[in-house]
């Protein structure tokens, strides 16, 4: 009689719904049900651990392992196409007799449309937040030129990588592990781009301003800064990675952010990182005694890389701080003014990639320095070209995805996806058109997605699992670290 009464009592004290509640615990604990402040090691809790729950211990620790692995090939595809746009502008790819970026994003579609074929081609429902805005962005074609070639050009790769790059997470990256792993394809490619920095640097060379690769300055800083903050994360989470070598991979990472001198990867970093301070890890001590640190990291770093940052990067970096404008932001405060102006009088939009001839009254075939194919923001270049509804309608898009993002940040990833999703909209407000600004509807769509709850956890440092609840004859009974294997 005591023993199951005993049961009872263990199986009602570790239930949810018996008036306690159960937290994650951290690396490797677990709580009690009885004191919300007790934590106990798997290790340490009651019972003597059978040879079976050993077994069940060793096979989940190398589960965990093989889901650790830091990227895959799916992954850096995914992200070499996203990013390959800009990479393509110098001179390493010019051997290749097509184009990077259709023969990545043909990749990245058949990687994609083969897991729809493995789900009996069942689109999840969440894209139906992306169809609208596709249908909107037909309407347009009724005005628009296609006798220009950068019109023609930007409808093409609008229909078809762009459209790829928003619809790609929704199969791909359906699970932590899965999103862990692009993150780190991500992060990599910028860290390489950053490392480059920093030996050119080092060179005495750089130019007026940085680059990597063939690179553009702005697209190297965007890669640099997307790396920084997911290391940043790894760093105040002390997750998969060790914190000591995340920080010292985030020092390179901010010279090259500065050394390229783009002012908006620059603020969409530092808003990001104190977004997330602000939002995640400012009431447990430790991570608020990491994150200090990472402060004061980053602060050296930057000092050391504006003493040697090049004479051009330096300049509008001081003259930003000084809230002087350039000729550079100049230009393109006369073209929001101008685009707002044709704005207020073309409610259905004047038709893509018809903002140089319409709205600055461009004539030759070529650019010159004083005009641009598009504003260099996001929302005005889409309300401008493609009308009101559809600008309200990316503005509602951009609001709901922050806050599914903010809502479901309860991992490294998925905080991950919230302040890299605020990153890159401060970025499109800057610089590039809509299809460059690719990465941006890819991270809409990882906020939209969600994440599903097979194949998660990332490493021996993961949080997932940390308990659940197993059926032993017929009763619940707590389970810590997920012992008992699933169905």
Not at 103 to 115: E, K, N, S
Not at 210 to 229: D, E, H, K, N, S
């Amino acid at each position: 009689m005591r023993r199951h009464s005993l049961r009872l009592h263990r199986s009602i004290g570790a239930h949810p719904q018996a008036g306690t509640r159960l937290l994650p615990a951290h690396r490797g604990t677990v709580q009690t049900g009885s004191r919300p402040g007790t934590r106990l090691r798997v290790s340490e809790s009651s019972g003597a651990r059978t040879p079976s729950d050993s077994g069940r211990l060793l096979s989940s620790r190398r589960a965990g392992l093989r889901l650790g692995r830091l990227t895959d090939l799916r992954s850096l595809i995914f992200a070499a196409f996203l990013i390959a746009t800009r990479l393509k502008l110098g001179d390493r790819l010019a051997w290749c007799p097509v184009d990077p970026t259709t023969l990545l994003g043909l990749a990245v579609g058949t990687m994609a449309l083969w897991r729809l074929i493995k789900k009996d081609f069942r689109l999840p429902a969440n894209t139906l937040w992306v169809w609208p805005l596709w249908l909107l962005f037909t309407v347009p074609l009724l005005s628009t030129d296609l006798s220009v070639a950068y019109a023609a050009d930007k409808v093409t790769r609008l229909f078809t990588l762009t459209l790829v790059a928003v619809l790609a997470p929704f199969l791909l990256c359906r699970t932590r592990r899965e999103l862990f792993r692009f993150l780190n394809a991500l992060a990599l490619l910028g860290l390489i781009g950053g490392i480059q920095g920093v030996l050119t640097l080092l060179a005495g060379g750089g130019g007026h301003r940085l680059t990597a690769f063939g690179a553009q300055t702005i697209a190297l800083a965007r890669g640099t800064g997307m790396a920084a903050i997911w290391l940043s994360i790894l760093m105040l989470e002390r997750y998969a990675l060790p914190p000591l070598l995340s920080i010292c991979l985030v020092g390179p990472l901010a010279v090259t952010l500065l050394g390229a001198g783009s002012r908006g990867p620059i603020l969409g970093t530092i808003g990001a990182l104190m977004l997330l301070g602000f939002l995640f890890y400012r009431r447990d001590r430790a991570q608020l005694r990491r994150f200090v640190g990472l402060l004061l990291a980053l602060t050296l770093a930057a000092a050391y890389g504006l003493s040697h940052a090049p004479d051009e990067s330096a300049a509008r970096l001081q003259q930003f701080a000084g809230g002087r404008i350039d000729h550079s932001g100049q230009l393109r405060v006369n073209w929001w003014g101008e685009a707002l102006d044709t704005v207020r009088t073309t409610p259905l939009g004047i038709g893509w990639g018809s903002f140089a001839r319409q709205v600055l009254h461009w004539k030759g075939n070529t650019r010159d320095g004083e005009t641009d194919y598009w504003p260099h923001n996001l929302l005005l270049e889409i309300t401008l070209e493609a009308g009101w509804l559809t600008g309200l309608y990316v503005v509602v898009l951009l609001l709901i995805g922050l806050c599914r993002a903010y809502s479901r940040a309860s991992s490294p990833e998925t905080r991950a996806v919230f302040a890299l999703l605020f990153f890159y909209i401060v970025n499109a407000m800057v610089s590039y058109d809509v299809n460059d600004n690719k990465l941006l509807f890819t991270f809409i769509a990882l906020a939209l997605a969600g994440l599903s709850g097979r194949g998660q956890g990332s490493g021996a440092g993961t949080r997932l699992r940390v308990c659940q609840f197993a059926k032993v004859k017929g009763e619940p009974v707590f389970d810590p670290a997920g012992l008992t294997p699933g169905p």
